[in-house]
C-alpha cells in the first residue's frame, strides 16, 4: 500500500476575510481522504501567529481553535531541502515534513501570492495558483490589462496610487460617467467597494476602498448580470471547466452580505444563458485562465450586458470553498462532488 503524503491545510490569516477562511478550510478538511493523506491543520491567527491545530475540527469554524491549549507553535522551513514545517514541542524545534500546502486563504496575505512565495521559496508543492498568478489575480488593475491586451472586453477603468489628489479623481469619474464603482485594486470579498451615483458621494468611496489598499481603481459600471465558470487545472495541462452560475439580484450590487448571506440575491446553476453563449464564456474564462498563468482551480467571474457581449470581471484564486459555494457547486453540476474535488485538487499538486 502507497504511503499517506502530509498536506498541510492553512487557514484565517491578517485579511478581512478571516472569517470566510474558517468557514472554508473546515469544509475542505472535513472532505479529505485520510486513507490518502495525512492532514497538518496550519492556522494563522489575526496577528499573524502560525499554529499547529489539533482540536476539534468544529472549533475552527466557531474561532475557538485558537485558544486550545494544544496548538503548537509553527514557522515554516525555508529551505528547499528540507520542505516543510518546524513545529516547536516544549524546547525543540522538530522538523514536519509536507509534501504540499493547501492554502484556504482568501484576501490579502494569503490569496495574493504573499504565502504562495513563501511556499514556493520552501519547495512545497501548492493545491492552487502559484505566485505571479495569485498576485496578478488580486490586482484588478493589472489583470484588466493583461486580459485587454489579450483581446477580451474589460470594463472602462481608471487607476490611482496613493499620491492622488481628489480633483484627478473626481475628473475620472465623470469621464468614466456615473454610476461608477470604486474598488481598492487588491482586496476581495467586495471590501472596500461602493457603487457611486454622484460626485457629491466619491470622497467617502474613496476613503473607504483606500482604508484596504492604497491605490484604487474607478470602474465604469457594466450593464447586465455576473456569470462565474470554475476551472480546474491538471498536473497535464489538461482543464476542466465546470457549468456557469448566475448570480441574480435584486437591487444593488454583490457585495460581502449578498456573497455570503443572499438577502437579495441567487445563485443559479447552470446559468439562464443560450448555449451558444455559455460556451463563448466558458472559452472566455479558459483564455483568461491561462492569460494570467492560474494552476489548479480558479474561478472566472464575467458580466454579460444586454448586447449580448461578454465584459471580463475578476479571478479568484482561492473562492468560497464550503459545500454550498460557488465554485465546488458549479464543478458538481458536471458531476464532481466535492470528494473528488478536494482529491483532485491535492492530487494535481502533489503530482506536479
Not at 473607504?208 to 470554475?230: D, K, N, T
Not at 448566475?246 to 447552470?270: A, R, W
Amino acid at each position: 500500500m502507497a504511503m499517506r503524503k502530509t498536506i498541510a491545510v492553512l487557514f484565517g490569516g491578517r485579511s478581512p476575510e478571516y472569517s470566510v477562511s474558517l468557514q472554508s478550510a473546515a469544509a475542505v478538511m472535513a472532505h479529505v481522504d485520510p486513507e490518502k493523506y495525512d492532514l497538518v491543520r496550519v492556522g494563522i491567527t489575526r496577528a499573524g501567529e502560525w499554529l499547529r491545530f489539533y482540536g476539534a475540527p468544529e472549533d475552527i469554524p466557531a474561532d475557538r481553535w485558537q485558544q486550545d491549549a494544544a496548538c503548537a507553535p509553527l514557522t515554516l522551513c525555508p529551505s528547499r531541502e528540507r520542505a516543510g514545517l518546524w513545529e516547536q514541542k516544549g524546547d525543540l524545534w522538530c522538523h514536519l515534513p509536507l509534501d504540499a500546502a493547501f492554502p484556504v486563504m482568501h484576501g490579502a496575505f494569503g490569496e495574493d501570492g504573499t504565502l504562495q512565495g513563501l511556499l514556493e521559496l520552501a519547495g512545497i508543492p501548492i493545491v492552487g495558483c502559484g505566485t505571479l498568478a495569485s498576485a496578478l489575480c488580486m490586482d484588478k488593475d493589472k489583470a484588466h490589462r493583461l486580459v485587454g491586451a489579450a483581446g477580451i472586453p474589460v470594463p472602462a477603468s481608471a487607476a490611482f496610487g496613493p499620491g492622488a489628489v481628489d480633483g484627478e479623481i473626481a475628473e475620472a469619474a465623470r469621464a468614466l460617467g456615473w454610476p461608477v464603482f470604486v474598488k481598492p485594486v487588491a482586496a476581495g470579498s467586495s471590501f472596500g467597494i461602493s457603487r457611486v451615483e454622484d460626485e457629491k458621494n466619491l470622497p467617502a468611496a474613496v476613503a473607504s476602498a483606500r482604508a484596504h489598499c492604497a491605490h484604487i481603481l474607478l470602474e465604469a459600471a457594466v450593464p447586465g448580470f455576473e456569470l462565474g465558470c470554475a476551472v480546474m487545472g491538471s498536473a497535464d495541462g489538461e482543464l476542466t471547466v465546470g457549468e456557469l452560475d448566475e448570480v441574480e439580484l435584486q437591487g444593488g450590487f454583490f457585495d460581502f452580505t449578498e456573497k455570503y448571506s443572499l438577502v437579495n440575491s441567487k445563485l443559479i446553476v447552470p446559468a439562464r444563458v443560450p448555449a451558444e453563449k455559455a460556451a463563448e464564456a466558458k472559452r472566455n474564462a479558459v483564455a483568461i485562465y491561462r492569460v494570467l498563468g492560474c494552476g489548479g482551480f480558479a474561478r472566472v467571474d464575467q458580466f454579460l450586458r444586454p448586447d449580448g457581449v461578454l465584459v471580463f470581471s475578476e479571478v479568484n484564486t482561492i473562492p468560497g470553498f464550503t459545500t454550498h459555494s460557488r465554485y465546488p457547486n458549479m464543478m458538481k453540476a458536471v458531476g464532481i462532488g466535492f470528494d473528488q474535488l478536494v482529491d483532485r485538487l491535492i492530487g494535481t499538486a502533489v503530482s506536479a
